[in-house]
């Protein structure tokens, strides 16, 4: 499915929509899962100009996905049939005038001990607490 990129007609700016959702993982995910999601991710949120924060903890996840609107509903269908989770409970979902996460294809935190794998994009969550990223990726799902 093509994707277009809306603009607002008399600015030519992109406009964004973030949303955030938080799922439960089909089953508990190791390193080498972890690892392949996050490639096909970036990999897919790269071909629709989506940026974004996943954060799996506890086999539960929270992800901020943000982008071109029509983008944005692309993936959201995508993850809504996705069996590597269930349980989808869209937390937030509207218009924003800017990236939070525009740094990444998609940054992501879980662990600490992921620290040694040196991957470009994580944030550790560990005893001390939540890198800043995922801070902000949490306080986007409470909010």
Request: proline letters at 4%; a positive charge.
């Given at each position: 499915m093509p994707?277009?990129?809306?603009?607002?007609?008399?600015?030519?700016?992109?406009?964004?929509?973030?949303?955030?959702?938080?799922?439960k993982a089909?089953?508990?995910?190791?390193?080498?899962?972890?690892?392949?999601?996050?490639?096909?991710?970036?990999?897919?949120?790269r071909e629709l100009g989506i940026t974004g924060h996943l954060l799996y903890t506890?086999?539960?996840?929270?992800?901020?996905?943000?982008?071109?609107?029509?983008?944005?509903?692309?993936?959201?269908?995508?993850?809504k049939h996705d069996d590597r989770h269930y349980n989808l409970e869209l937390l937030s979902r509207g218009p924003e005038?800017?990236?939070?996460?525009?740094?990444?294809?998609?940054?992501?935190?879980?662990y600490a001990h992921f620290n040694k794998y040196e991957i470009p994009g994580f944030f550790p969550v560990d005893e001390a607490g939540m890198s800043e990223a995922a801070?902000?990726?949490a306080a986007l799902a409470l909010a």
């Open positions: 994707v277009t990129h809306n603009t607002w007609p008399l600015f030519g700016v992109i406009m964004l929509e973030r949303l955030v959702y938080r799922s089909t089953h508990k995910l190791g390193s080498l899962h972890l690892f392949n999601l996050l490639l096909q991710c970036r990999k897919r949120n506890e086999e539960i996840f929270v992800q901020c996905i943000e982008g071109p609107p029509d983008a944005v509903e692309v993936l959201w269908r995508s993850l005038s800017s990236r939070r996460f525009g740094d990444w294809s998609m940054a992501f935190s879980t801070q902000r990726c």
